[in-house]
């Protein structure tokens, strides 16, 4: 038996006898036992189509050339890969591949790295006898405006159309014409929109698709590579980071088959841009008043020491007159879990404040997100059914939404989608339950009880509840915040109701990127690192650090409004920029206007941090190591691919560097030493040293005791350098000898066990009234895009243009009620303020509701959030 | 809105006599055809939102189709064959004489095509779709010349017996 | 075995010309007593009795015996679809678009025997898209068979419902091979599958399917009303019964002839009630049996005088009788120009999926038109050879192998392969010097 329990049988491969899984595909089994069989068209995570005509083989007893890619082995097959036959057929693909293709190697940008040269020359016919002219073709065409197509490069492999239809679902680019004419087609005016553009050029086996981020920027053979984790979003999908003269220039997926299988969201793969971009703050700034007059005055440039010491007096003033509940600390789930614990720390240790969140209103509580039982990203493939009680995937977390899609498309596992409007998934939805803002947690009740045995009065929800029957394995809950205009409070409800089902588990999806790394790290009311709680782990951290705070203290909404009352004295802003992303925009304002003292750690001027008295430049992703851990709770590591231009720091240096000005030393001279520490101090992590680390090829889920089976000591995979057109493998620093056995490390692994009991979530949780809607209202749903204003977006050249401008949208029923046609402006208002919106009819956002994205450029739905309410009611009129 | 309203009726009960909406596509297509004379990209815009799919995927369907013409022909498509009995029979110089001889006339639309299943009586053409075989040049001419004052009219392609 | 035709799936199509195709024509000529039989005689005495006696083979081209090919379904799988393949697009072949345009009533009762046989309620026919009279008549006569009661549910009270959806094509060759029009069927590209699976277990919308052409299919009710063993006494060897020739070009009497298969390329050449010999009474210079995809043969006594068998002809000259067409070119005609036109013609026709046809017939195409055109050289001739063994390796001594998905890459080879074994010398002549062989195209 094979690890996943498939049937072994034997096949002799060019002579040499071999053991491999039943009916797996001859080309795979090959190539993981040594013998590489030539192919443009297959590809491990898609569908073979055996239409490139390389992988030709010969097979004892099968007649003519049966193709590699497309066989199923059987036991006693006895295959030949390197006859006379077969080479000379592998000479004649080679040769027709080439007769149309130009020879413009020298200014293609996969000349070097190209699967066709490679091929060619390994397996290739000396010359071309092809003497008759080319085909010609008007080159290059965009297709997107992320990809670009030079369609004489094609060798029709059908790579990059079924990406686009099997993988991302998105079939917007697709084979035209036929026979020596065909090409890859976009409709006229509707471009390769997708997402995940940007996939189809790395599994392009000749250089036909071109990046234009990546378009000449770089030659192959000066890149230098560093395997990683994507810190994009939550879900941290593994890459390989590249640069060359210190300058980032690609990343390309490597394929983590518990993460994302080797695929990446455009705004992940080509964010990286931002890290060069102009108008990163690269020296530290401290507010000087300039003239006699008392005015603020501005940020001017100075030391790192001199800025370091106004922060640290700031800090300590109000300290010293109002004590640590004036003190306040919002972010950390931008940076590494290292960055993470020294701001908890800092926090917590040294400042004794409680008044600490990572999240800024737009989360879950953190007892929510750490208590509850973890399900990880690859159980949504065996799950019994998915739950999906959150945000639009695909606008969120983009590769989860393909990990969901597939598990519902391919795996046919019953999807459950309890949201108010249509998301990304909604079409592989096998159940709809719709529901008004605010109620959702009602739905998730009569689900639950449905699921228990106890029917709803709804056919929809039964149906839904009928599709488990007879289905084993978990129930997986996708748990996030789906609508920023309802209070947390209400998907905790809904949580709640679900947490008494039998057998399920939750994948929390939170979306910013280490959200669940700096949670786990106690950056959050209440909690201390490694999810202890402030009472359970009071003592082992009163040991560590000397002192913890002495009471549970205010997430960021109670710590704005705290400030907005003039309540908090000095405001730490660790890398968060609560004005555009908290979604109550007036409250945050105010908040940060009234703070005494206000420290940015940013990268940028922002909103949020361009008011800040101090601003201390902080160097980010690529530009520093450490570890992380993604929504699921896999703990990674993050590589260095450039140094910094300018001054900047990572967090966690400056975080020590401002204990020490405040009298604790921290003692920690690197990001290795932080993390050998977590390992050390924080509970969930123990056992999660650099030696493990550096030796799990998937890194591994915390607590580990709770995952043995997800740590995998590394196998050698292929050289991370250059275009992965075959699936790139994660790379181990270290590769251990025996490279199969996880047995005597899982020994170890179940041996650890935390110092102190960690966090559980009891799930009674209080039901919420919903206040009825009236009749003239519309009741606002509030979710997020992939490309929003978020800071990095709009940073980034390529990824900016794509940012969508704000619409309201409503169902057409309502906007005619209005009296407005599409792209008419209206103006929408609530207690909390009012904002003109242009207005687009919508199938998809249903009658009584409206939908606004959260955070795009200009007056948007953080105006109309009033975060002391549990839903938005907003009033819409014309105005003409 | 392409189809007319008798036409959408019709397009809603080919896409139910399919197991599968897809396999409309090409049926769809053909009576767009018939009823616009050519497959425009409206037309199959429509035939996307018809049978769920993308209008990518339709495109890529239609293109893959010799007959499905996606730009504006004239209202007569004269197909003459070429293959190998025509070859010997005097197709291609038909075929040569009738693209010069209309090469200025709007109305009539010229193409070469693969063997029409008429080769007991090579050179053979069709004019939209309707077939004639046993061709001279001035026979062609004559024919299609009937055509064009409506007194000859076709089944296929803006003849409308199809759709 | 004489040099006349057999007609029994023409018969009434040339003893009722003025009516055949009409519900009334058909009726007053026998048509649905082979259903009624059928029925009668139960659904596993036709294919596994019936069928199978008759030593019935495919007369789309592969000659696969259909008996075999029904047995394949799996069993206790439903729904199964029954695809009658109508896109007749081999060239020179049309007899296809004669049975569908003067007797689609016997096609329709041939289905019905079919479906009834296989347990099938929903049929397809595909049918090639120019076919616009064929259509019509299709569509009417499906209307009138339902009105009639020999479709539609319970037909003639056996309880056995069928309903039969005519599906036009596009103009895509490609989608006479039975995958590809499977793909073409659910809305796609017109692109062969791999297989395994092969249609039965896995065919239209991944269900059992069996596809048939429809000269097969027309044929089942003269089996049943017949008798397999009746049917299987006509014929030759496992070639038995009857087919349908489309014999064209230089004869003098072009046109579709059912004769008894045994009878030799002479006898149908050459006999006065069959092809009448070659215009002007010059002498045969080579001709194609078996559509533009088989190699070709000569006029030689041997080939002239060999018997429309099948196997006999696959085996001795390495040609095949395919879809049953003859093309026959005398002395004026110049071979590479031939052999250009149907490399243009599987040039254009490639679907395009796999490398050697999408690249290979392009290449083929461009060099014998440089060829044609008084630019050929001399290695030319044996390069195109080589290039035709990346696509069909062992092209001249069959059985031959494919690199290609489907047989289209093969075929588009056979025209060269056919220059190189009868007409290398003259083609190297025209390869040698500026002068161009003249061509008579009249
Ligand atoms: C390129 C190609 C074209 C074909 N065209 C036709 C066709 O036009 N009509 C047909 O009946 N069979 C055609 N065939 C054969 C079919 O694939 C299939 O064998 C046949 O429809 C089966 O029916 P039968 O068993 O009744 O002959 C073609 C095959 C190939 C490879
Ligand atoms: S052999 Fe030619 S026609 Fe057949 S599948 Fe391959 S490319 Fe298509
Ligand atoms: S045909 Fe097997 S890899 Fe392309």
């Known amino acids: ?880 | 809105m392409t189809f007319t309203t008798k036409n959408l009726e019709r397009a809603r009960t080919i896409v139910a006599s399919y197991p599968r909406p897809k396999s409309a596509v090409l049926p769809l297509a053909h009576l767009a055809q018939d009823q616009d004379g050519w497959l425009s990209p409206e037309a199959m815009r429509e035939i996307a939102l018809m049978t769920g799919i993308e209008p990518a995927e339709v495109l890529g369907t239609c293109s893959f189709y010799t007959m499905f013409k996606r730009d504006p022909v004239g209202r007569l498509v004269v197909s003459v064959c070429t293959n190998v009995t025509c070859l010997v029979t005097g197709g291609p110089e038909l075929l040569e004489h009738l693209v010069d001889r209309y090469s200025d006339d709007d109305e009539v639309f010229v193409e070469e095509v693969e063997c029409l299943a008429s080769c007991d009586g090579a050179p053979a053409m069709q004019v939209n779709y309707e077939f004639h075989d046993g061709l001279t040049t001035a026979s062609a001419e004559d024919i299609i010349e009937a055509y064009k004052r409506g007194e000859l009219v076709a089944r296929g392609t803006s003849g409308g017996r199809l759709s | 075995m004489s040099a006349v035709e057999t007609r029994i799936i023409t018969k009434r199509i040339r003893d009722r010309a003025e009516d055949s195709w009409t519900i009334d024509g058909a009726l007053a000529s026998g048509a649905y007593e082979g259903l009624k039989k059928a029925i009668a005689i139960g659904r596993d005495a036709i294919g596994q009795e019936q069928v199978k006696a008759s030593g019935l083979r495919g007369r789309g081209g592969a000659g696969f015996p259909t008996a075999t090919k029904w047995s394949f379904l799996p069993e206790a799988s439903f729904p199964r679809y029954l695809v009658i393949n109508a896109d007749e697009g081999e060239p020179s072949t049309f007899k296809d678009r004669m049975l569908l345009e003067a007797d689609p009533h016997q096609l329709i009762e041939g289905i019905v025997i079919a479906a009834y046989a296989i347990e099938c309620n929903l049929a397809f026919i595909y049918l090639r898209g120019e076919f616009a009279l064929g259509y019509e008549r299709l569509v009417d006569a499906i209307a009138a068979a339902h009105a009639k009661g020999f479709l539609g549910s319970n037909i003639l009270g056996s309880g056995f419902d069928l309903e039969i959806v005519v599906h036009r094509g596009a103009g895509a060759y490609i989608c006479g091979e039975e995958t590809a029009l499977l793909e073409s069927l659910e809305g796609e590209r017109g692109m062969p599958r791999i297989r395994p699976p092969f249609p039965a277990i896995e065919g239209l919308y991944a269900k059992p399917t069996v596809v048939n052409n429809v000269e097969t299919i027309s044929t089942l009710p003269h089996i049943v009303l017949m008798g397999g063993d009746e049917y299987a006494k006509l014929g030759v060897n496992r070639s038995t019964g009857t087919r349908l020739f489309s014999l064209s070009g230089h004869v003098k009497r072009p046109g579709n002839y059912e004769v008894e298969l045994g009878i030799t390329f002479r006898d149908l050449l050459y006999s006065p009630e069959l092809g009448g010999g070659i215009r002007e009474d010059r002498a045969v210079k080579f001709f194609i049996p078996g559509g533009a995809s088989s190699q070709w043969l000569i006029g030689s006594d041997e080939h002239l005088d060999a018997p429309l068998d099948m196997d006999y002809v696959q085996q001795t000259f390495g040609v095949m009788l395919g879809s049953g067409a003859v093309m026959v070119y005398d002395e004026t005609v110049n071979p590479v120009l031939v052999a250009w036109r149907l490399a243009k013609f599987f040039a254009h026709e490639s679907c395009g999926k796999c490398t050697p046809c999408r690249e290979g017939t392009g290449w083929i195409e461009k060099v014998l038109f440089r060829i044609v055109n008084g630019h050929g050289r001399p290695q030319d001739l044996d390069m195109l050879f080589d290039v035709c063994e990346s696509i069909s390796p062992g092209v001249m001594n069959a059985p031959f192998t494919q690199t290609t998905i489907c047989p289209l890459g093969p075929s588009a080879v056979s025209c060269v392969a056919s220059l190189q074994k009868y007409f290398r010398d003259e083609v190297l002549a025209m390869c040698a010097g500026p002068a161009l062989i003249p061509v008579s195209a009249s």
Request: proline fraction near 7%; include cysteine; charged fraction near 25%.
């Open chain 1, 1 to 880: 038996m094979s690890a996943n329990g498939d049937a072994l049988v034997t096949i002799t491969i060019d002579g040499k006898e071999v053991k491999v899984p039943s009916g797996e595909l001859l080309i795979k089994v090959a190539q993981e036992h040594g013998t590489y069989i030539p192919r443009f068209c297959w590809h491990e995570r898609m569908k073979p189509v055996g239409m490139c005509r390389m992988c030709l083989v010969e097979i004892d007893g099968v007649p003519g050339l049966p193709p590699a890619c497309t066989t199923p082995v059987t036991d006693g097959m006895v295959v030949h890969t390197t006859t006379p036959q077969v080479r000379k057929v592998q000479d004649g693909v080679l040769e027709l591949l080439l007769i149309n293709h130009p020879l413009d190697c020298p200014v293609c940008d996969r000349g070097g790295e190209c699967p066709l040269q490679d091929t060619t020359l390994a397996f290739g016919p000396g010359e071309s006898r092809f003497v008759e002219e080319k085909r010609h073709w008007e080159k290059p065409i965009p297709v997107s405006d992320l990809v670009l197509l030079d369609r004489e490069r094609c060798i029709q492999c059908a790579r990059c159309t079924r990406f686009a239809d099997e993988i991302a679902g998105d079939p917007l680019i697709s084979f035209g014409e036929r026979g020596g004419h065909t090409e890859i087609t976009t409709f006229p005016d509707e471009p390769f929109a997708s997402y995940f553009s940007g996939n189809t050029v790395q599994v392009c086996p000749v250089g036909a698709l071109t990046a234009q981020p990546y378009r000449f920027k770089a030659r192959p053979w000066d890149l230098d590579a560093a395997e990683t984790s994507c810190l994009t979003c939550a879900v941290q999908c593994r890459g390989a980071l590249e640069s060359a003269s210190n300058q980032l220039v690609r990343l390309l997926g490597v394929d983590s088959d518990p993460v994302n299988q080797g695929w990446l969201c455009d705004k992940g793969r080509y964010g990286y841009e931002a890290i060069n971009a102009e108008n990163r703050v690269r020296y530290p700034m401290v507010r000087k008043s300039t003239g006699a007059d008392g005015s603020p005055g501005e940020l001017v440039e100075c030391s790192w020491p001199e800025a370091l010491d106004a922060a640290a007096d700031g800090i300590q003033r109000a300290l010293d007159l109002n004590g640590p509940r004036s003190v306040a600390l919002i972010g950390g789930a931008r940076g590494t879990n290292e960055d993470a614990f020294a701001w908890a720390r800092l926090a917590k240790g040294v400042l004794r404040t409680d008044n600490v969140d990572a999240q800024l209103g737009d989360g879950l509580p953190a007892a929510v997100a750490l208590g509850l039982p973890h399900a990880l990203i690859n159980d949504l493939d065996t799950a019994a059914a998915i739950v999906l009680l959150g945000p639009d995937l695909k606008e969120e977390l983009p590769v989860l939404y393909l990990r969901v899609k597939k598990a519902a498309a391919d795996g046919g596992v019953p999807l459950i989608e309890i949201s108010p409007r249509d998301t990304g998934l909604s079409r592989y939805a096998s159940a709809r339950l719709r529901h008004l803002p605010g109620e959702q947690a009602d739905t998730a009740r009569k689900l639950a009880a449905a699921i228990s045995g106890t029917p709803s009065a709804s056919p929809d929800i039964d149906a839904a509840a009928a599709l488990l029957v007879g289905r084993d394995g978990d129930l997986v809950v996708v748990l996030g915040r789906g609508d920023l205009a309802e209070s947390a409070d209400v998907t905790v409800g809904a949580a709640a109701a679900l947490s008494i089902i039998e057998n399920v588990k939750f994948l929390v999806a939170l979306r910013r990127a280490n959200v669940r790394g700096a949670l786990e790290l106690g950056l959050a009311p209440g909690f201390l690192p490694g999810r202890a709680t402030l009472d359970t782990g009071r003592d082992h951290f009163v040991n560590e650090w000397g002192g913890v705070p002495e009471e549970v203290g205010l997430d960021a909404l109670g710590i704005f409004s705290a400030a907005a009352e003039g309540r908090i004295h000095a405001l730490i802003l660790a890398g968060s920029d609560p004005i555009n992303d908290c979604p109550d925009r007036a409250l945050a304002r105010n908040a940060i206007m009234a703070s005494g003292f206000v420290v940015a750690i940013d990268t940028f001027l922002t909103e949020s941090s361009k008011r800040a008295d101090v601003f201390l430049p902080a160097s980010i992703w690529g530009e520093k190591t450490g570890t992380i851990t993604n929504l699921e709770g896999r703990v990674q590591r993050v590589a260095q691919k450039v140094s910094p231009d300018g001054t900047a720091m990572p967090d966690w240096r400056i975080a020590a560097e401002l204990a020490a000005r405040l009298g604790v030393e921290f003692d920690l001279e690197s990001a290795d030493e932080v993390t050998e520490e977590i390992a050390r101090v924080a509970p969930a992590f123990v056992g999660l040293d650099m030696s493990l680390l550096r030796r799990a090829r998937d890194g591994a889920v915390i607590p580990i005791a709770l995952f043995p089976d997800e740590i995998h000591l590394g196998r050698a995979g292929v050289a991370l350098q250059g275009a992965s057109w075959d699936p790139i493998l994660p790379v181990p620093e270290v590769v251990p000898e025996d490279t199969d056995d996880n047995s005597d490390l899982h020994s170890i692994v179940l041996s650890v066990s935390p110092a102190v009991q960690l966090h559980e979530w009891d799930s009674a949780s209080p039901q919420l009234p919903t206040p009825a809607r009236d009749a003239y209202a519309l009741r606002l749903i509030v979710g997020r895009t992939l490309y929003d204003g978020g800071t990095w977006t709009m940073a980034s050249p390529s990824l900016s243009p794509l940012v969508p401008e704000s619409v309201l949208l409503v169902n057409p029923q309502d906007r005619d009620r209005i009296g407005v046609a599409d792209g008419e402006s209206v103006r929408v208002a609530t207690g909390r303020g009012s904002i003109a919106a242009r207005v687009r009819g919508d199938l998809a956002t249903p009658i009584g509701t409206a939908f606004m994205a959260f955070n795009l450029p200009g007056p948007g739905a953080a105006d109309l959030v009033d975060a002391t309410l549990s839903v938005t009611d907003i009033r819409v009129e014309s105005i003409r």
